[in-house]
């Protein structure tokens, strides 16, 4: 009997769980099996694949670098298998599993809230996993079919990727009403020279997407606090006496003070994104049909 002839679609499914899960028991509950039968399944593909695919840790199982590459053609695999057997409308009210979507921390704040809501109304029984969004390891991710959706701004995507351009945005200098700035008209050197708290989720350090910008003025920011994401910068802003450059649509509801500047920042896209095997999934392209695009 051929390698091939000792497959079948059961244990291709219970491969892509475990290297999502990475945890036997809970690849087990996301397919309604028992655990003893994913480790069936999995002896068999050992056995096919002759190698051991994956290996035991502390809670789980680590993928070996064979079954990390496999799973890039079990994935596509899948998604051919559904495309063929799919019905031709597909019926967001009864499908099942699980979607994940990793999100910047302004992404989770401005996009993600209605979007979510449009899939409990529309789709009952999906599963949605946020996750939050980490530069170095996206493309991993994406290709271990561990994310189905980024949705962040265009540097941070692979150029490679099919993208959805939500809509344009753009940075607002702001502080607290009780910083010293917000009883002047300031310069743009002395909105530099201010202290300034930036978001920096990816990589923690002093460095921010303004810098650029403030280069072209031969300026450079005083920058004073690092935090690891927008939501917790306006707390800061209100127990100092300091600045920061935020999205626009991130700062409607807070009780900040815009700074107005001389110069003003580009504006930015944001988008959503994801790896070209799913371009014909039905249920990834429903999702992101659900994005609000401007």
């Known amino acids: 009997m051929s390698k091939l002839d000792r497959l079948d679609i059961k244990q291709l499914r219970v ?8 945890n036997a028991s809970k ?5 309604g099996l028992t655990q003893q039968a994913v480790s069936e399944h999995l002896k068999k593909l050992r056995d096919v694949f002759d190698d051991r695919l994956f290996v035991r840790k502390t809670n789980g199982f680590v993928p070996t670098p064979f079954a990390q590459t496999l799973s890039v053609g079990v994935d596509k695999l899948l998604v051919d298998f559904n495309s063929l057997i ?3 409308s597909f019926e967001p009210s009864t499908v099942k599993g699980t979607f994940v979507i990793a ?13 979510i809501a ?7 029984y999906l599963k949605v996993i946020v996750r939050d969004f980490e530069i170095d390891k996206l493309h991993d991710w994406m290709e271990s079919g561990k994310v189905n959706l980024a949705i962040a701004f265009p540097d941070y995507i692979p150029d490679s990727y099919p993208v959805v351009r939500l809509f344009k945005e753009s940075h607002v200098c702001v502080a607290s009403s009780h910083a010293a700035i917000t009883q002047s008209q300031p310069t743009l050197a002395e909105v530099a020279s201010y202290p300034t708290i930036i978001a920096s989720p990816s990589r923690p350090n002093f460095k ?13 920011r005083n ?18 006496d300091s600045i920061a450059f935020l ?4 700062i409607n509801s807070l009780d900040l003070v815009e700074i107005p500047l001389t110069e003003t920042p580009e504006s930015f896209d944001v988008i959503a994104a994801w790896h070209p095997r799913y371009n014909e999934d039905p249920l990834q392209k429903w999702v992101a049909s659900l994005l609000d695009v401007e």
């Open 15 to 22: 491969f892509q769980a475990l290297i999502r899960e990475e």
């Open 103 to 115: 999100a910047t921390d302004y992404a989770q704040q401005v996009v993600l809230p209605k979007l």
């Open 247 to 250: 999205p626009s649509r991130a």
């Open 208 to 220: 921010g997407s303004i810098d650029t910008w403030f280069a072209q003025f031969g300026l450079k």
């Open 223 to 240: 920058v004073v606090i690092s935090a690891p994401c927008f939501s917790i910068v306006p707390m800061y802003l209100n127990t100092t």
């Open 86 to 88: 799919a019905t031709t």
């Open 27 to 31: 690849a087990a509950h996301q397919l």
């Open 118 to 124: 449009k899939l409990r109304r529309e789709s009952p």
